[in-house]
């Protein structure tokens, strides 16, 4: 109703008690381990549509085949699109605004997101600009996407 | 279907594509010779994803197609194949892919946490019920009114845990007694820990297909003869739980279209929903299947075992099986698909069954869905 202050009403606290425990996966995991051990990273190829998945998936979504064959992509890659955010998800002021980017690796025919790393000003930036990966060292990486600090831009 | 499962290294992605993929390959056919897809899953806390439907797209084989998830809670396996069955009932599309997947290892500490919301947040979820309290009050008052004895309760699990050791999915076949089952942890009294299904990771799927193209596709199709579901108030302590209504209207709209009048003479062979022991008895009543109170009796003689008058869950069901939500019901409607083409192996029912009827159950306890299929084309 229209003009009812909150504080007048019964009103109670409540949440859903949950965590989510997830996993990789079969497709998934592939990636994850080569990038944890050998900080590379691997993709899936379809054999009947050419794409290739980076990460590394199962199975194709187009041809619905299983994919077994696994391709090393490069840790260049091009940019697609980027972003720079001010605001957090809960719609607080950054300290740090994050600089986002759409990656297409080398070898890889799909786009992954990640963090653009040292990027103070944003005209350095262009959709086509060449970035490279920052991969953490190995005593670092944990099997996260994370194991990836983020790609930076290549002069 | 995938195997079921307590906890599954694949992504609920992975798992929902294994089923799709098997479904196609028993129907020798590719995912372009597929209209339109549909998935049923139940609540998104579950796989710990916001907008489940979305996230399992391509796994169900929705890429670029017209696809659409439904859910009506633990009824949803049952009801995703109606919902396809719509589609392709409606002539709008040839052929459509059902695929329901569930994958609950993801939901920590235990799922049972994702339900506390369901309750009404003001008068019940500061009692911080669970929902094995429905069920226990449930099975008591179906209990007491019928005088019925948790013996016969028991009965229930023996069975289908038995029947379980011929699925090559099942998760918890086993050779069990009424006095194992007794002996068992009592969760909310008179619930015994032998009378609940585990929770599980699983997937399973059907394909759908118009009249003519399953013709053309295999030389015994199945036919779905009838849909029926029904909801009840959602004030659920306001039901008299000692029977499922919203079954019974459920189960009459299936029948009428598959021009069934005597249930207990036309049905061969049913898939209850059992994710507890009493449940199957209570469903097999409101199924028809049984008059009130008399299920137990019915069981006790021996009429819902395999080689039994009316064989009742000879999958082994979501207590031998296993209880991926919304694939458990899925699987009910496969394991009548093998049944009626005589493929079910060790598990199949002697006689050649004609028709049978799946049913599942859930929302907030009140939700009845049905389908009845059988090996003869359906005259509607
Ligand atoms: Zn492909």
Not at chain 1, 124 to 147: E, F, Q, Y
Not at chain 2, 108 to 133: C, G, M, R, V, Y
Not at chain 2, 370 to 376: A, E, F, M, N, P
Request: hydrophobic share 40%.
């Amino acid at each position: 109703m229209a003009g009812t202050q909150l504080r007048h009403i019964a009103k109670w606290r409540g949440e859903i008690p949950i965590e989510s425990l997830y996993t990789a996966g079969i497709g998934g995991q592939r990636f994850f381990k080569a990038l944890k051990e050998k900080g590379k990273l691997v993709g899936t190829r379809c054999r009947r549509c050419h794409q290739v998945f980076v990460p590394s998936r199962q199975f194709c979504e187009r041809c619905f085949v299983e994919l077994t064959e696994e391709v090393r992509a490069q840790p260049d890659g091009v940019i697609k699109s980027f972003s720079y955010a001010y605001i957090d998800h809960n719609g607080g002021r950054l300290k740090h605004p994050v600089a986002s980017a759409l990656v297409q690796l080398e070898g890889a025919t799909t786009v992954m997101l990640h963090r653009l790393l040292e990027v103070k000003d944003l005209s350095r930036v262009s959709i086509g600009s060449r970035v490279k990966a920052v991969i953490k060292p190995k005593g670092k990486r944990i099997g996260s996407i994370l194991d990836i600090e983020g790609f930076r831009l290549v002069e | 279907m995938t195997k079921f499962m307590r906890r599954a290294l694949e992504t609920p992605k992975e798992l929902a594509w294994l089923a799709a993929k098997a479904a196609l390959d028993s129907a020798e056919m590719k995912l372009d010779q597929i209209d339109g897809a549909v998935l049923g899953s139940a609540p998104d806390a579950f796989d710990g994803m916001h907008m489940k439907g979305e996230y399992l797209a391509d796994g169900c084989g929705g890429w670029r197609k017209p696809y659409l998830r439904c859910y009506v809670g633990g009824g949803t396996g049952v009801y995703a194949v109606a919902q396809g069955w719509f589609q392709v009932a409606s002539g709008l599309f040839d052929t459509a892919l059902v695929v329901c997947e569930e994958k609950m290892s993801t939901c920590q500490p235990h799922p049972q946490a994702a339900f506390i919301s369901i309750f009404d947040p003001f008068t019940e979820q500061p009692l911080k019920p669970n929902l094995l309290w429905i069920f226990a009050l449930e099975q008591n008052r179906y209990m007491q009114t019928h005088h019925i004895t948790l013996e016969e309760i028991a009965r229930v699990s023996v069975k289908n845990k038995r029947n379980a050791l011929g699925h090559p999915s099942a998760q918890l076949g086993a050779e069990i007694t009424v006095k194992d089952v007794l002996a068992s942890e009592v969760m909310a009294w008179p619930v015994h820990r032998l009378m609940v299904s585990p929770t599980s990771d699983g997937a399973a799927a059907v394909v759908l297909a118009a009249g003519d193209v399953a013709r053309r596709l295999t030389s015994k199709p199945v036919w779905i003869q009838g849909v029926g579901w029904c909801l009840d108030t959602a004030y659920w302590t306001n039901r008299d739980l000692y029977y499922p209504e919203y079954v019974e209207k459920a189960a009459w709209m299936a029948y009428r279209m598959a021009g069934v009048k005597e249930p207990r003479r036309e049905i061969n062979i049913a898939e209850p929903y059992d994710p507890f022991a009493y449940k199957e008895l209570h469903h097999l009543e409101g199924l028809q299947l049984a008059p009130k109170g008399q299920a137990p009796k019915l069981l006790a003689d021996g009429v819902f075992d395999r080689d039994g008058d009316l064989p009742v869950t000879p999958s082994g069901g979501l207590l031998g099986v296993g209880n991926p939500i919304a694939a458990a019901g899925t699987m009910k409607i496969c394991e009548l698909f093998w049944q009626l083409r005589g493929e079910a192996g060790r598990r199949q029912v002697p006689g050649k069954p004609e028709r049978g009827v799946a049913q599942a159950w859930g929302d907030l306890m009140q939700v009845g869905t049905v389908v009845v299929v059988g090996t003869s084309e359906p005259k509607h």
